[in-house]
């Protein structure tokens, strides 16, 4: 069965980017500041969205604007189209 967004919701996986950060302040080892945006590859779009989004393009949103969702052991994570900020073409 194969996830379909609806509602101009675009499916997304969310890509992990580590950087290393010398802190000046002794912090716990599991404290891990988080960013204000991330960056997401498309995996399908709705088909009511007011652009065509590929699959495999790149776009960065504010991270409180992914929501994820769990059904039958699968998480899914969506991002509706108005949250897009920017956005990368590879094909270029």
Not at 86 to 89: E, P, S, T
């Given at each position: 069965m194969k996830p379909v967004p609806f509602n101009r919701h675009i499916l997304v996986?969310?890509?992990d980017v580590e950087k290393e950060n010398e802190s000046l302040v002794l912090v716990p080892e599991e404290y891990k500041e988080q960013e204000p945006f991330a960056m997401v590859r498309v995996i399908k779009a709705a088909q009511d969205c007011s652009r065509e989004w590929n699959s495999g393009d790149r776009l960065i949103v504010p991270v409180h604007t992914i929501e994820t969702l769990s059904y039958k052991a699968?998480?899914?994570?969506?991002?509706l189209e108005n949250h897009v900020l920017?956005?990368?073409?590879d094909k270029k």
């Open positions: 996986s969310k890509e699968e998480k899914y994570s969506l991002v920017i956005g990368f073409d």
